[in-house]
């Protein structure tokens, strides 16, 4: 699909730096017709929903992207060095339905306990549409267990987005800190899998 994405000037990974994602959208929801038809054809978006704009089609987007960072380093020999890299992962949107909440698949991806599960259905019940507002994060972690030993000490802190969103990942051990905050404290920390974080809240209003 890169090619097509870049023929018609798409971004591939669905997001617009500094506009929340609708420059975007517009773009989508305002290709010419015989754009629409090639990307349906190839099963890349349609234009089946109307959710949040009343009888107006909007684009829906079937195509999934990696990033993946990376870079090289020399190492001097017979020296210890500290390491120290920080990057920000870009976050997966789509929209959480009952169905999606339904899938076995995806409770155990992300490892969802009965308490989030009735705390989803309580606010599909309550959504407009049946629908809310999902983002998955995902974070490479279990590389980790070919080092050559554990990690020392190992923090993770997931923040909500607001006091309506829900989470739920696969973080044994892993304690609220405060009404929107969670932490996971270790030490020799040997990660089992990589990180898989699933937000769903009320779809905001357009």
């Given amino acids: 699909m890169t090619d097509v994405l870049q023929?018609?000037?798409?971004?591939?990974?669905?997001?617009?730096a500094g506009d929340g994602g609708a420059a975007l959208q517009d773009r989508l929801d305002s290709l010419p017709q015989a754009a629409r038809d090639e990307f349906e054809r190839y099963g890349a978006i349609d234009w089946n929903t109307n959710f949040g704009a009343g009888d107006k089609p909007l684009a829906n987007a079937h195509w999934d992207t990696q990033i993946t960072y990376y870079w090289f380093q020399t190492f001097p020999a017979g020296q210890s060095i500290e390491v120290t890299h920080r990057y920000k992962p870009v976050p997966g949107s789509f929209f959480f339905s009952k169905e999606?909440?339904?899938?076995?698949g995806t409770?155990?991806?992300?490892?969802?306990?009965?308490?989030?599960?009735?705390?989803?259905?309580?606010?599909?019940k309550q959504a407009s549409q049946d629908v809310l507002a999902g983002t998955e994060l995902k974070y490479v972690l279990a590389t980790a267990r070919k080092w050559?030993?554990?990690?020392?000490?190992?923090?993770?802190?997931?923040?909500?987005?607001?006091?309506?969103?829900?989470?739920?990942?696969?973080?044994?051990?892993i304690k609220r800190a405060?009404?929107?905050?969670?932490?996971?404290?270790?030490?020799?920390?040997?990660?089992?899998?990589?990180?898989?974080?699933?937000?769903?809240?009320?779809?905001?209003?357009?």
């Fill in 7 to 16: 023929r018609y000037d798409i971004p591939q990974t669905m997001i617009a």
């Fill in 100 to 104: 999606e909440l339904a899938n076995p």
């Fill in 107 to 124: 409770r155990k991806r992300y490892c969802m306990d009965q308490a989030f599960i009735d705390a989803a259905a309580q606010a599909l």
């Fill in 148 to 173: 050559l030993g554990p990690i020392g000490k190992f923090t993770l802190t997931v923040e909500n987005p607001s006091p309506q969103a829900l989470v739920s990942l696969c973080a044994a051990g």
């Fill in 178 to 206: 405060s009404p929107t905050t969670f932490v996971l404290s270790a030490e020799a920390y040997v990660p089992e899998r990589d990180l898989d974080i699933l937000v769903v809240q009320p779809m905001r209003k357009s």
